[in-house]
């Protein structure tokens, strides 16, 4: 099928920010007096809206602790983490030919869309994208469901015609909570297990493999 329009999840679907999410999600545990994991041991948080990952990391559900950990992550991630950074590979060169097929692209991504603008413009991609969408600073659309409930509305869009990509499942549950085609990328942070357990219509493992099951002609 040719989709008119699709979304792109931003961390591990378009870029790689494992050291910057990583390091300030640490920096935050550090500064609440908890036990601070390894790097790789933080992989998981990747993708989650922050407060899920530090309800868990904190063991609790008091927002008003996850909001003080959240603070102290973004004192880094603002500074520093935001562009601790990397394209992945063949990314340009995707959004590019779809947007010569006349695709139309958006960003859907929890991360706040203050922050998600500023990665975009960074590694030159926003002229590919008709607009990134992210959440609220208090977390408000963080959730992907309803993230992609106001893209569709905000930009008159109907779910048949459109695709979500991302690497976790997180991205699926959403896309499948509208009606929208999903699918998953094994270049990110989730296994194939997790996002087949969501039933996309395809998991792919390049770019180049995105391209051609999204019916691009040149792929």
Excluded at 5 to 31: C, K, M, N, W
Excluded at 125 to 143: C, H, I, N, Q, W
Aim: glycine share 10%; hydrophobic share 40%.
């Amino acid at each position: 099928m040719t989709y008119k329009t699709v979304l792109f999840d931003l961390d591990g679907t378009l870029t790689d920010p494992f050291e910057g999410i990583t390091r300030s999600i640490q920096y935050a545990l550090e500064r609440m007096g908890a036990e601070v994991p390894a790097e790789e041991e933080l992989r998981w948080c990747i993708g989650p809206p922050l407060w899920d990952s530090f309800s868990v990391l904190l063991d609790t559900q008091d927002r008003a602790i996850q909001d003080e950990a959240v603070a102290f992550y973004r004192e880094r991630f603002t500074v520093t983490g935001l562009y601790e950074n990397t394209l992945i590979e063949g990314i340009d060169g995707l959004v590019s030919d779809l947007v010569a097929d006349g695709r139309k692209l958006f960003v859907a991504t929890s991360k706040p869309h203050a922050y998600a603008g500023k990665i975009v413009e960074h590694f030159g991609l926003m002229p590919y994208f008709g607009k990134v969408y992210g959440s609220e600073l208090d977390g408000t659309r963080s959730a992907k469901a309803e993230l992609i409930e106001h893209i569709l509305s905000e930009e008159g869009l109907s779910a048949s015609e459109c695709a979500m990509i991302g690497d976790r499942k997180h991205d699926l549950i959403g896309a499948n909570a509208n009606k929208v085609d999903g699918f998953g990328v094994m270049w990110g942070y989730g296994s194939r297990d997790e996002l087949e357990g969501e039933r996309p219509v395809a998991v792919v493992e390049t770019p180049l493999a995105l391209g051609a099951a999204l019916g691009l002609r040149s792929a």
